[in-house]
Every structure is written in structure tokens, then in C-alpha cells.
């Protein structure tokens, strides 16, 4: 019933637009990402594909008209890979059974290293090594359409964050610096922008939750740098930076969502340090937790071979890595100081090669992508944060690279 309903009210839609077709166009209005506009940059409100021929999907209201359809009990979840490169894996995400089943493939241009969703999550932004494509999401389907895609100067990208606004996109290479591209209204990504010299270590790179402010913790230093962003030009200038231990390096960078706090994953120590975040995105009052047993063999990391998260309720952090074999550990949060210590650490066999971490928008599963060739689904204990295994699929993460869970 629920698809007759979306089909039928599309098709109204599609009526009343045909007798409107010589009507003006609306102003757009702000960033898509701001929600303002919902066509992707043309005057009949048509998704278009990179050479622009309709893509064949509905226009923004009949995709309002599908969103309001669904009840939200499933996910749609994208994940792109190392061993099937030029595609990025579909599949939906049902967080009450934590069942995961792949419903297609959408090709990809190259190895897609990153992906990540836009503000209002429909459109979803993929990585190349030289490239970005932006693919808008088929909110009743789960499918993507490429609608753009952009050539970079970089031939090595290995990840890149949005600004909160999403009106920028900062590219990072750990061997040709950063490059800058504004975001369009209607969501496609510029063709040219600045780029930006960053020196060693920008192969991570994470953006600050609420400024345009953007973080690369180094794998080979003791410390974690920043760029602001000027939000006029696209500048680059260097921000503060924050040092971690003598002989720790650092992995990965994270946010509290509530509270002033940052938590960074260290390299060389299997320890987080967690640091006060000041109005301006500078880094103080470093405090080091170790997230291993004593008496837990443990080893160095590689440089890309873990990530930090924290829950969506702000209450846990997890921190996974391929050290002795792969990991999970999971961290409680002091509610008035952001600070951590340690509830468990999880090595199980399913863990092996474990590097990559997502969750749902309300933080009932943890999901774990390995180097191995599989995606581990862990329910995730709403007291204390616990993790117990639910289930697992060999389709979706053969050596994934990148996770996105998008809640339409």
C-alpha cells in the first residue's frame, strides 16, 4: 500500500507540474545542504546525470512526498571497498533486527577511499583518487544516480571533510597538500578551488562540528594540526594544534556532541587523549586513557588502520584498529567532564583486520567494516555500551574503505 500511495503521488505531481511547465522557477534560495533548495540546478526541478539527461527521478516534492512515506524502520547504508573499487556497495540497515541486506551496486569512477552524506542527506559525495562524484539518493529506493563529478589536481586523495555548513569540501592528500571546493546550491561540487600546501601527514582529515575549522592528526608527529577555512574566498590558513604525548602519534580526531571535548586516537600507544575544545577550535588540557586491558598484548597500529567514535548520545566512544588481530574497545564518558575510561575491549576472530566504525542515527548498532573482507553488526548496550555481535555480511565490506548510514 505505502508504495501505491508514493507511486500515485507522484503521478499527481507529475500532472499538475505538466500544466505548470511554462511557470517561472522558484528562487532557490540557499545551500541544499541548508535544506533551501531541491532540485538539483535546473528550472523543470529535474535530477540530472553529469552529461545532463534526466536521471529519471522524481522532482523535490514527490521526493518530500517518499520521505514522508516511509516509517524510518530501515536505513539505507552505502559502503565503498578496496577489492571491488569501482563500485560502491546498497544496502538497507534495519536497526531493530540488525539485518543488513545489499539491494545493488552504483559505479564508482575509481577507488573510492571517503564518502559522506550531504546536510539534508540526499545526495551522497564519493571520493576518487582524482576525482569527486556527487550521486543523489532515491529516498523510496536507496538507489544512487551520479548527477556530477568534478576532476581534482590531486592523483592520491585519501579523504575529505565538509565544513558544517556543507557549502565547502576540503580534499587531503598526505603527498600533495589540500585542496578547496565551494558546494553549490544545488549541491555539485566547483570545478577549480585553492589548494593548499599542508606538509606531511594529511592523509586524515576531520572537520569541527560547528566551525570552519578542519583537523589532520599526523601518523608520523605528536601532534594534531588545524586550517580555518575562509568561508568568503576558500583560504586556507593554519588554525591551532594540539600535541598529544611524546612517541604517540595521531590516528584519528573526534567530537563530543554536547560537550567542549575532542578525543583523539593515538598511533604508537594504544591510548586516546581527550582534550578541552575552546570557542576558537584550539586544543587543551590534553588527558591520556589507555583503551587495552593491562596484560593486553596489543601492538602499533598502521597508519590508516583505525577510527574513534563517538555515540550519538555522547555517553560512549569507540575505537577500533587491526592491532593483534583487530579490536573494538569502548569507552564511557564522564556526563560533566567528557572524560573516558575504559568499560571493555573486544578481540573476537570477527573482529580481524577491523579498521572502519558507523553507527545508526540512534546509536542501537555499531557497525565494524574489516580490511578482511566482511561488515560486523553489534547491537550496542543502551546502559552501559557494550557491544554483542548480531550478525555479519561478506557482500558489503570486501576491505571497506568507508561507511555512510543515511536515516530517510
Request: hydrophobic share 45%; glycine share 12%; net charge negative.
Amino acid at each position: 500500500m505505502r508504495a501505491f500511495l508514493v507511486w500515485l503521488t507522484v503521478l499527481v505531481i507529475a500532472c499538475s507540474d505538466a500544466g505548470n511547465r511554462g511557470a517561472s522557477p522558484p528562487d532557490a534560495g540557499g545551500s541544499e545542504l541548508d535544506g533551501g533548495s531541491d532540485a538539483i540546478g535546473l528550472d523543470d526541478g529535474a535530477l540530472r546525470d553529469a552529461s545532463g539527461n534526466d536521471a529519471s527521478l522524481r522532482d523535490a516534492s514527490a521526493t518530500d512526498a517518499a520521505i514522508a512515506a516511509r516509517d524510518g524502520s530501515v536505513l539505507w547504508l552505502y559502503v565503498s571497498t578496496s577489492l571491488v573499487a569501482d563500485q560502491i556497495h546498497v544496502a538497507t540497515l534495519d536497526p531493530v533486527s540488525a539485518a543488513s541486506t545489499k539491494i545493488g551496486m552504483a559505479p564508482a569512477s575509481s577507488f573510492t577511499p571517503a564518502l559522506a552524506a550531504s546536510r539534508n542527506q540526499r545526495l551522497l559525495y564519493g571520493l576518487g583518487r582524482e576525482r569527486v562524484t556527487t550521486y543523489a539518493i532515491d529516498p523510496a529506493e536507496g538507489a544512487l544516480t551520479s548527477i556530477a563529478e568534478v576532476s581534482l589536481p590531486f592523483t592520491n586523495s585519501e579523504d575529505f571533510a565538509l565544513e558544517p555548513q556543507g557549502r565547502w569540501m576540503v580534499i587531503a592528500s598526505e603527498a600533495e597538500g589540500l585542496v578547496v571546493r565551494a558546494i553549490g546550491a544545488d549541491g555539485r561540487v566547483a570545478d577549480n578551488g585553492p589548494v593548499a600546501a599542508a606538509g606531511p601527514g594529511a592523509s586524515r582529515i576531520v572537520a569541527h562540528p560547528r566551525l570552519p575549522l578542519f583537523y589532520l592528526p599526523s601518523c608520523d608527529a605528536d601532534r594534531v594540526r588545524s586550517f580555518a577555512l575562509d568561508t568568503n574566498s576558500g583560504a586556507l590558513a593554519a588554525g591551532p594544534s594540539g600535541e598529544v604525548a611524546a612517541g604517540s602519534g595521531s590516528l584519528d580526531v573526534a567530537f563530543h556532541p554536547t560537550l567542549p571535548v575532542a578525543y583523539v586516537m593515538n598511533l604508537q600507544k594504544p591510548t586516546v587523549t581527550s582534550f578541552a575544545l575552546s570557542p576558537d577550535g584550539a586544543l587543551s588540557e590534553p588527558k591520556v586513557v589507555t583503551h587495552e586491558p593491562v596484560g593486553d598484548p596489543g601492538s602499533l597500529l598502521l597508519c590508516d588502520g583505525g577510527r574513534i567514535l563517538v555515540h550519538p548520545s555522547g555517553r560512549f566512544v569507540y575505537v577500533v584498529g587491526t592491532d593483534g588481530g583487530g579490536f573494538v574497545s569502548v569507552l564511557a564518558v564522564d556526563p560533566s567532564s567528557g572524560q573516558l575510561s575504559l568499560v571493555e575491549r573486544n578481540r573476537e576472530a570477527s573482529l580481524r583486520g577491523a579498521h572502519r566504525l558507523a553507527t545508526d542515527p540512534e546509536g542501537k548498532l555499531l557497525l565494524v567494516g574489516n580490511g578482511s573482507g566482511s561488515l560486523h553488526i553489534f547491537r550496542i548496550d543502551p546502559v552501559r555500551g557494550g557491544i554483542t555481535h548480531a550478525g555479519f555480511t561478506m557482500e558489503l565490506a570486501q576491505g571497506a574503505t568507508s561507511m555512510v548510514v543515511v536515516p530517510l
